[in-house]
T-cell receptor, first 111, second 113 residues
Framework: DVKVTQSSRYLVKRTGEKVFLECVQD?????MFWYRQDPGLGLRLIYF???????EKGDIPEGYSVSREKKERFSLILESASTNQTSMYLC??????????FGPGTRLTVL | GENVEQHPSTLSVQEGDSAVIKCTYS??????FPWYKQELGKRPQLIID?????GEKKDQRIAVTLNKTAKHFSLHITETQPEDSAVYFC????????????FGGGTRLMVKP
């Protein structure tokens, strides 16, 4: 079974704070993804990575950055959190073919 | 880029009835169409997918159909049960760029016992 874990289930931060969300997978998958999920908007891709130190912008990268120093770990960084970044953040991974496996999600609230 | 639209946004059916969720996509190069189910408080999980070289795929009570000409695909659930209640997402991918998926907005399905 693929296991994808995220560092926090719930997080509350203040406007302007730097926020780190971490995702770890145990299946040696090449590809890792960060999405945000908002009602009615589905899952929107923020960034993805297809290898260590490689990253590609998704549909909504503004205000976010990512880091992938090790194959199993993919971090999402909010340099200066804003209230419009309050959302559910989902990490996913795949081995380049079909199924994406999702983490449990982090519900981030920015006050 | 790809754009995926999903309808309806909410769907309520009586237990035992069928449910149909429809999606349209814009990029004719898309060739992979998965469906994910997300139960309340849980992570999305793949339930069925279809590739552009087939028109229909079935797995027990769920089926997916694809019309490449019209660029739309649908999820069909027969004999619905309360445990089918969830949010369903369709997605599309052209298989390039690390299997980047574009998701629809989601459909909240409620099955009333």
């Amino acid at each position: 079974d693929v296991k994808v874990t995220q560092s926090s289930r719930y997080l509350v931060k203040r406007t302007g704070e730097k926020v780190f969300l971490e995702c770890v997978q145990d299946m040696d998958h090449e590809n890792m993804f960060w999405y945000r999920q908002d009602p009615g908007l589905g899952l929107r891709l923020i960034y993805f990575s297809y290898d260590v130190k490689m990253k590609e912008k998704g549909d909504i990268p503004e205000g976010y950055s990512v880091s992938r120093e090790k194959k199993e770990r993919f971090s999402l960084i909010l340099e200066s959190a804003s209230t419009n970044q309050t959302s559910m953040y989902l990490c996913a991974t795949d081995e380049g073919a079909d199924t994406q496996y999702f983490g449990p999600g982090t519900r981030l609230t920015v006050l | 880029g790809e754009n995926v639209e999903q309808h309806p946004s909410t769907l309520s059916v009586q237990e035992g009835d069928s449910a149909v969720i429809k999606c349209t996509y814009s990029d004719s190069a898309s060739n992979y169409f998965p469906w994910y189910k997300q139960e309340l408080g849980k992570r999305p999980q793949l339930i069925i997918d279809i590739r552009s070289n087939v028109g229909e795929k079935k797995d027990q009570r769920i089926a997916v159909t694809l019309n490449k000409t019209a660029k739309h695909f649908s999820l069909h659930i027969t004999e619905t049960q309360p445990e089918d209640s969830a949010v369903y997402f369709c997605a599309a991918s052209n298989g390039n760029a690390g299997n980047m998926l574009t998701f629809g907005g989601g459909t909240r399905l409620m099955v009333k016992p």
